[in-house]
């Protein structure tokens, strides 16, 4: 279906919610990170509150995995605090009954003296012990960042590379990263809010039921009225934000469309200014309009509420006048269990937005810890035969699918390669030279046949030794936002003195890149990304031999080459390829489109929808009509004058 979106000038800012709404992409709906939103807001609360134990003991045991003693002290010392709070209100009794005892006032005030004494320990007791258990539960919350985001890339960086040609796990990644993660320490945080929330209105109750058992219904009463109105004020603004997400992740995508160094050349040179200012103000507008909806609505729910509540209280203050009237309740013991009225309240609103906040959270980190699982079951298992290098390499009808489709990728390939060879990989876009390339490398299993390092199945040899002997120089390089320096190095952690092999300097001359390194301002110690204070950037090219120096610097025995030259100048391209022929050493794997640059290659393999159509050398292949001849001539036809007509 397609999707059209007008553009629109500042004089559209007034336009209806509706409009804005026409604007929404397909597929900006239903987002990933939200995907859990329905069932939250269709969940009742009583449904939520069954699950709390649960919850609870799961997010405790988050915490006990991450810190003992903080969780002990951010829970115990909370539980102290509401002791504390009992304490507090039992001696603010003894001291209102002596103030209103009979007698001169100076005997009433110092009667009331060693319970104000107390009823003052008693709140700054609680105050020092809920600061301790903020520092505590503070404490907890990086503690437990830190362990969930290591076990997460722990993961991504230990499965196989071909778990990430998988659409839905690429999803579950993205969800476990956007959400997941970050819920871990939520829902501690949350758990340990609600046990003081709860804590707070126990400790009030205990206090009223000592006071006066009578007392504690009408304790309950004034409360519940209080949290219905919390419940429904949270859920009405989480069925707003359920509403408005799509608006809000375009407005997102505009925002970062407009203050982003990447586009701001190409929005300046198609003048996008005024379309993407427009854009934005329409999905302001819509959202504005949202906000003041939402804040009417709570608006009306509050005074609703109050409105209940305020009933609740007028009954409650009935019922104390009349336990007073009848001489069931001491009027000390009545102005207590006010007080104690508003301490439960400012619990119970505690208890109630962190019962709501957990329940949802722990939905995504199940979403996170789904993940780990699944990655763990895509780990390639440590362990087999070390490789010590290779003579030879076989592949025996290997083949290789990628998930969702119906084509492999490589369709029963078998060839022989040997150390010392310089091989090519030729043939059209997808026909599969890239994915050949990588199973030659270990970088993917095949889905059936055999790869052998002289003679041994490489799913039998450990797959961080094989990789040790492996170098890719890809088309698809990252640049990594490290000083020059740090991008050679990393192409060989272990380094120059566990490991022979050519200096960094040696690499980076070999491709090229020395020189133009040393003509940058810091030299080899120059950061490579602009976004940092003092920074700089390399053209494609110049990252290309950089790249180039990080793969010659690792001096691996197998060297894939894949498009190694397509940001190089001519003598830049020339320069490495006259070094990759000057190893004998070391297998090279070279793919690449300009076919003037395999001619000296030992073999050339040439792949037609997976499957390898031929091979040989360059005159071997020029000598047979086949598909290597076509490429080559046509290609070589654009170097040629053109014939008079």
């Not at 509706?18 to 807001?41: C, G, S």
């Not at 052998?452 to 450990?462: E, F, K, N, V």
């Amino acid at each position: 279906m397609e999707t059209r979106i007008r553009p629109c000038q500042s004089s559209d800012q007034d336009e209806s919610v509706d409009d804005a709404d026409e604007l929404i992409l397909p597929e900006l709906e239903d987002p990933d990170w939200m995907h859990h939103a329905r069932e939250v807001a269709h969940t009742s609360f009583w449904a939520v509150a069954r699950r709390l134990p649960h919850l609870v003991g799961e997010a405790i045991g988050v915490a006990w995995a991450t810190s003992r003693r903080d969780t002990i002290a951010s829970i115990g010392l909370n539980i102290a605090a509401g002791v504390m709070t009992t304490f507090g209100l039992l001696a603010t009794t003894s001291v209102l009954t002596q103030l209103f005892a009979a007698g001169p006032t100076p005997d009433r005030v110092r009667a009331a003296l060693p319970a104000l004494l107390v009823a003052a320990a008693a709140v700054m007791a609680k105050g020092g012990l809920t600061i301790a258990a903020g520092w505590a539960q503070a404490r907890l919350v990086p503690q437990i960042n830190y362990r969930v985001e290591l076990r997460m890339f722990e993961a991504t960086t230990a499965v196989d590379l071909a778990a990430f040609d998988d659409a839905g796990f690429a999803e579950e990644m993205d969800r476990a990263r956007d959400r997941g993660m970050r819920e871990a320490a939520s829902i501690v945080d949350n758990t340990v809010n609600l046990i003081t929330g709860v804590v707070g209105v126990l400790a009030t109750a205990v206090a009223v039921a000592v006071i006066q058992p009578i007392l504690l219904p009408c304790l309950l009463l004034a409360a519940v009225p209080e949290a219905i109105t919390a419940v429904r004020i949270a859920r009405r603004q989480y069925l707003n934000l359920l509403a408005r997400i799509t608006r809000r992740r375009r407005m997102w995508m505009l925002a970062t469309l407009m203050a982003n160094r990447h586009t701001a050349a190409e929005i300046r040179s198609y003048q996008m200014r005024e379309f993407l200012l427009g854009e934005y103000r329409r999905m302001m507008n819509a959202e504005t309009h949202a906000d003041l909806d939402l804040v009417r609505s709570q608006t009306t729910t509050r005074l609703f509420g109050a409105s209940v509540a305020g009933l609740a209280s007028f009954a409650v203050y009935g019922v104390l006048g009349g336990l007073l009237l009848v001489g069931w309740v001491a009027l000390a013991a009545a102005a207590t269990a006010l007080l104690a009225l508003q301490t439960a309240h400012s619990s119970l609103g505690i208890a109630v937005f962190a019962t709501n906040s957990l329940y949802e959270d722990a939905l995504y980190y199940q979403d996170y810890r789904d993940f780990l699982d699944r990655a763990h079951g895509r780990t390639r298992p440590s362990g087999g035969q070390p490789a010590s290098g290779f003579d030879t390499i076989e592949l025996d009808r290997v083949s290789l699918s990628y998930p969702d489709t119906d084509t492999p990728a490589v369709d029963g390939v078998s060839l022989t390669v040997r150390r010392g060879q310089v091989i090519a990989l030729v043939g059209e876009n997808g026909s599969g030279k890239t994915t050949l390339a990588k199973l030659i490398a270990g970088l993917y299993r095949p889905s059936s046949g055999t790869i052998r390092w002289d003679g041994t199945d490489t799913a039998d040899i450990d797959p961080d030794s094989l990789a040790s002997h492996v170098a890719v120089m890809t088309q698809e390089w990252w640049k990594f936002p490290f000083t020059a320096r740090q991008n050679i190095l990393i192409g060989r952690h272990d380094g120059p003195v566990n490991r022979p092999g050519p200096s960094m300097e040696d690499a980076a001359r070999a491709a090229a890149a020395h020189d133009m390194i040393l003509d940058l301002p810091y030299g080899y110690d120059t950061l490579l990304d602009r976004e940092f204070k003092n920074g700089h950037d390399l053209s494609g090219g110049q990252w290309q031999r950089l790249v180039a120096a990080r793969s010659l610097y690792r001096d691996a025995r197998l060297l894939v080459c894949d498009e190694p030259s397509a940001a190089l100048d001519a003598r830049a391209e020339h320069a490495m390829f006259q070094h990759l022929r000057r190893h004998p050493d070391r297998l090279i794997v070279l793919i690449t489109h300009r076919l003037a640059n395999v001619r000296h290659a030992d073999q050339i393999y040439v792949m037609r929808e997976g499957r390898l159509v031929q091979q040989g050398n360059h005159d071997e292949l020029m000598a047979q009509d086949g598909l290597y001849r076509e490429l080559f001539d046509l290609q070589a036809a654009g170097y040629l004058p053109e014939s008079a007509p």
